[in-house]
């Protein structure tokens, strides 16, 4: 077992197209993750994820803020609180609409 604060792990810019979004790896195969990853993605106020898409799955908490998701089925707000499911090859994008930081938890499967 490991137990550790997350501010131990820097957060790391997200690089372009994305706009204003940080990233901390929380849980990987480096702390002996075998089979899912564990990240939490900071949103300025304004910023955005990509709008993209991937084989797999995302599972998403929101920790603090709100924003919206956008999908091909147009934008749904999020805030504190909500659960997010992302299936795999749906393309999809966070925006913080918040006047603070949109805080949210994505796990996803580790890619090998």
């Not at 820097?10 to 564990?38: C, H, Q, S, Y």
Request: charge should be negative; hydrophobic fraction near 40%.
């Amino acid at each position: 077992m490991k137990i550790f604060h997350y501010t131990s792990i820097e957060a790391e810019d997200v690089p372009a197209p994305a706009e204003g979004v940080k990233v901390r790896w929380l849980i990987t195969e480096k702390t002996g993750a075998p089979n899912f990853a564990m990240r939490q993605f900071l949103v300025e106020p304004g910023g955005s994820t990509p709008f993209h898409t991937h084989s797999w799955e995302h599972e998403a908490f929101i920790l603090y803020g709100s924003g919206i998701v956008v999908s091909n089925e147009g934008e749904r707000p999020v805030k504190a609180g909500d659960v997010v499911f992302v299936p795999p090859d749906e393309e999809h994008q966070f925006r913080n609409t918040g006047e603070e930081e949109l805080k949210f938890l994505c796990l996803i499967p580790l890619q090998k």
